[in-house]
């Protein structure tokens, strides 16, 4: 996974309601965005993609510096449910949370699937 | 001395670490060419047959075979095998000297401070190159071995964990983790660990704050003994 920290397409405006925007990246595939600036006190995102980024076999992470997630994916602004896979890997003091996604079309439908892990400070 | 074997992604690394040869299933001895030899089969053979059999015991030499593995992805991929038993200067100056980002199977637990001792060079390496930067940044290798060898390292090492561990004058690394074994590791298993190092661009004092990003995928055979 190509690493890209991305803090430039965070609106958190709306505390209820955040969102990241990576429709402007020309390819989301095999990259890990990291998301900086998201804090403990975000805990649900909202994730734009373009149509025009979506290929077969997409995959791509997000890394939150915090307990964060992305709860729902809007692709040209429309709401696309997605299966996940809620790891439960660590239970406190979550220090990381990495959100892998593999998009999968069949039959021209998308399915969307999620696997959490979240991670701890390591003490020894 | 290479300490190195390129292999391919269809080795059966990832289904398996203790994948027998089909002569061992079947508890008898195999080649791994299944090529006719005349002269080599069951039963008696002629005066003139034990006679050149003889006469190749003694000329033959016994060479190694040839890597049974594709070599795909070779310098992509590599392994420490379970033989080599020392970390000397060689294999140090070779693994100092390794291409990032790459790929190293550390096989079982036979050799655990060799392992130990590869990952903290390499780790090294890599926040190395990361802390070089002032901006965010990030670089990622790959372990698969039984057990973890940071935490083999931090055994082996004089300090009380793997942040002071990888730490130096010039950088603060913190450790995070998804999960592991609070006891040892069974040999039925593998663990597939990405060490992602991340610059953060934050910087503590004159330390450049670095997060070690370990995440764990345990993987089990499913061959039974």
Redesign the interface.
Known sequence: ?E?V?KNDTIDKNDKNDPSINLTNENDISNK?F?F?EISGSVLNVNLYLDKSQITENLNFDC?F?SDSKIEKIYIFNNEYPFYTND?N??TENI??T?QSFSILIDNSNLNIFSHI???????? | MSYFKGIGRKSGSYKGRKLPLIGLLENKKHTIFNEYTVGSGVGASSVATRRLKKQRARIKKCTPPEPIYPELDENEYFEISDDVNKFDAVLEEQITNMELEKTVDLKGTLNNDVDADVFTTYAISHINEVSKSNDVSSLTFTTTSVANPANVAVDNSTEDNIDKLLSSSDYKVTTSINYEYTDEAPESISQNIEHTFINTGEIDGRLKLIEYIMTITVFETLLKN
Do not use: I
């Open positions: 996974m690493f920290s890990l990291y900086s890394l510096p790891g890997d660590a220090s990381y990495k892990k979240r991670f701890e400070k390591k003490v020894n």
